[in-house]
Nanobody, 115 residues
Framework: QVQLVESGGGLVQAGGSLRLSCAASGSIFSLNYINWYRQAPGKQREAVAGKTSTGSTYYKDSVQGRFTLSRDNAKNTVYLQMNSLKPEDTGVYYC?????????WGQGTQVTVSS
């Protein structure tokens, strides 16, 4: 079992920044298995950033250059630094671990960007 706990969301004005954290515990093999998703009101959940099977980092096109994925192995935590936030970045942000064919999800953290 893998447990994921997100934190760091909040209300921010357009152009501002937030850093989301995803703390992993349990039987997580590698932080490379952790990805970030978001779900805007009335829309499907979408991938925002994560690692590919080859270990490279991917970003959704609309966040490229503004969001940065990082990790702290000692803390078993993955971060998503979000800069130059836009109202369209509003949504619930989830971290996901895909491991051994199973998906694990955190409870989500709300990000609201006001214009």
């Amino acid at each position: 079992q893998v447990q994921l706990v997100e934190s760091g969301g909040g209300l921010v004005q357009a152009g501002g920044s937030l850093r989301l954290s995803c703390a992993a515990s349990g039987s997580i093999f590698s932080l490379n298995y952790i990805n970030w998703y978001r779900q805007a009101p009335g829309k499907q959940r979408e991938a925002v950033a994560g690692k590919t099977s080859t270990g490279s980092t991917y970003y959704k096109d609309s966040v490229q250059g503004r969001f940065t994925l990082s990790r702290d192995n000692a803390k078993n935590t993955v971060y998503l630094q979000m800069n130059s936030l836009k109202p369209e970045d509003t949504g619930v942000y989830y971290c996901n671990a895909h491991q051994c064919g199973l998906d694990y999800w955190g409870q989500g953290t709300q990000v609201t960007v006001s214009s």
